[in-house]
């Protein structure tokens, strides 16, 4: 059981790591800063480095009110869970999501930061979750107490794309396009909340290789597991694609034996 856990942990640490885009360094210190003064109840700092519409009037009462659930000690170093960079007609924007591991609680914040004209970057708005490292490791990936659902689509994340990745190559090397392109996907979703066993089903959603892993939004967010029907692969072996086009025979014209032939030269 070990032994899949850590398979199944590796793959999804291994597809974060192909992301290959980070959080811009500058705005993940200047959220960090922000938790930093919020825990020393900074108001002025946050004033300095705030938007209009963060610096209200009504912003004393909500540090205050933000400080009373949080430690009272440095933040530890914070880890980039999810972020987004927009620009549009109003200007750009930057959100980000940092997790903190506290020694007894684990916080999630997410900050807001918007573009000057005169390109600084000024907090807009800022919020955070926390809980427990009990709440945590119930949000984790674990093996014990699980269901035979939990074990069925487990196995369909391995199955079902090593059975469309080998539909695809075969398709390609029966140079049958159309369905290589087509085995790629998925037609159906099944999504399974790995914490709570909550489901849900789509009988209309295509997925890349017919299986997909996500945790988003830090350490309370629990592992959704989806897996779908690979039905245009099914289709590609009941419908015998698999096999190699029909040769046409060559019709070679009649000759009759009376005819004379071609007339040999000078005759």
């Not at 930093?36 to 909500?62: C, F, K, N, S």
């Not at 999501?97 to 918007?114: G, K, W």
């Not at 075969?170 to 979703?189: D, K, M, P, Q």
């Amino acid at each position: 059981m070990k032994f899949l856990q850590g398979v199944v942990l590796a793959c999804a640490l291994l597809l974060a790591a192909c992301s290959g885009l980070k959080a811009d360094p500058a705005r993940e210190a200047q959220s960090d800063r922000v938790l930093q003064q919020v825990i020393a109840g900074d108001t002025e700092g946050l004033r300095a480095q705030g938007a209009p519409q963060m610096a209200t009037p009504e912003l004393p009462a909500q540090v205050v009110q933000m400080r009373s659930v949080l430690p009272r000690v440095e933040p530890p170093e914070g880890r980039t869970v999810s972020w987004t960079h927009q620009a549009g007609t109003d200007g750009e924007q930057y959100t980000l999501a940092r997790e903190y591991a506290f020694p007894e609680h684990v916080i999630v914040t997410q900050t807001l930061m918007v573009k000057a004209a005169d390109g600084r970057w000024l907090v807009a708005g800022f919020h955070f979750n926390g809980g427990t490292r009990a709440e945590v490791e119930a949000a984790g990936f674990t093996l014990a107490g699980k269901s035979v659902v939990h074990y069925l689509v487990l196995a369909g994340l391995v199955i079902i794309p090593l059975f469309i990745v080998a539909t695809t190559g075969t398709a390609l090397f029966r140079r049958r396009w159309g369905w290589a392109v087509l085995s790629l996907f998925s037609i159906t979703a099944f999504s399974l909340n790995w914490s709570t066993g909550g489901w849900s089903f789509l009988p209309i959603a295509f997925n890349l290789l017919g299986a997909a892993f996500l945790k988003a939004g830090g350490a309370f967010a629990p592992w959704i597991f989806t897996v779908g029907i690979p039905i245009p692969a099914i289709l590609f072996w009941a419908l015998g694609k698999n096999r190699p086009r029909p040769k046409v025979a060559k019709v070679r014209p009649e000759v009759s034996l009376d005819d004379p032939g071609p007339e040999a030269p000078g005759s």
